[in-house]
């Protein structure tokens, strides 16, 4: 089955990631315009600003496709600013549109003295060796819903986590050379090609509303 994963390039770190699936054998595509995503089997919301990203989601009009793609069970993978754009809750913010993904997160949490590091971390599908987790201004999660897979943790706090086909990350995979997180993305895009090809996938309170 063929893939095409793309990658949000309306601003931030987004080179980074297409270097990073190209690297994984994947073939990648910056995202500019919503009419794009039609043709793609995954996306990654790339780290920058949130702000500025969601401001700029909205002046290209990339909601309903947004939706859509969610809807179709196609994964999305958000790090960073990604994250915080994928997130339900923000800072008391309830985010109603899909992709969304059952956590509650908080902006530049960590304090301006401690706003970039490095970390060591475990990867709870990969624990042989530790992963180089690097921080930026990056944001915490303060809770995470029944559904949610913490897969990697810092100082207690989930810093890589899943529901469904929603994959966040606080840090920054794509800055490092280890492509297990964007591998691991990778296989859940195949799991849903194959779904895909099987049933259609629709969150639960969505097939309620279509069988009417
Ligand atoms: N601090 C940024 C924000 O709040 C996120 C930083 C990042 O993506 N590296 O949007």
């Known amino acids: 089955m063929s893939m095409k994963i793309g990658v949000l390039a309306l601003q931030g770190a987004f080179r980074e990631h ?3 699936l190209n690297q994984c054998g ?3 595509e910056e995202v500019r315009l919503p009419s794009q995503l039609d043709d793609l089997s ?3 919301m790339p780290g920058g600003e949130s702000t500025t990203m969601v401001k700029l989601l909205r002046r290209y009009g990339f909601e309903a496709a947004l939706e859509r793609f969610a809807l179709m069970g196609r994964p ?6 990604g994250a915080i754009l994928l997130a339900a809750g923000q800072d008391g913010r309830r985010k109603d549109l899909l992709p969304r993904i059952d956590i509650n997160i908080t902006r530049n949490a960590y304090g301006r003295q401690i706003e970039s590091r490095e970390a060591e971390v475990k990867l709870a599908f990969s624990p042989e060796r530790p992963f180089r987790a690097i921080f930026i201004r990056a944001p915490i999660v ?3 819903g029944p ?3 913490a897969l990697s943790f810092y100082r207690d706090r989930v ?3 899943r529901e469904g086909a929603m994959l966040v990350a606080t840090f920054h995979p794509e800055l490092t050379e280890d492509d297990r997180i964007h591998q691991y993305f990778i296989a859940m895009v195949q799991d849903a090609q194959a779904a895909d090809s099987v ?4 969150p639960e309170q969505q097939q309620a509303a279509f069988v009417k």
Do not use: K, N, R, Y
């Not at 999305?76 to 600013?81: D, E, P, R, S």
């Not at 049933?199 to 629709?202: H, M, N």
């Open 18 to 20: 297409i270097g990073m």
């Open 199 to 202: 049933a259609p996938f629709l």
């Open 42 to 44: 995954g996306l990654i």
């Open 76 to 81: 999305v993978f958000g790090t960073c600013a």
């Open 147 to 149: 559904s949610v897979e």
């Open 159 to 161: 810093v890589l986590a």
């Open 26 to 28: 994947v073939e990648a």
């Open 142 to 144: 303060t809770a995470t």
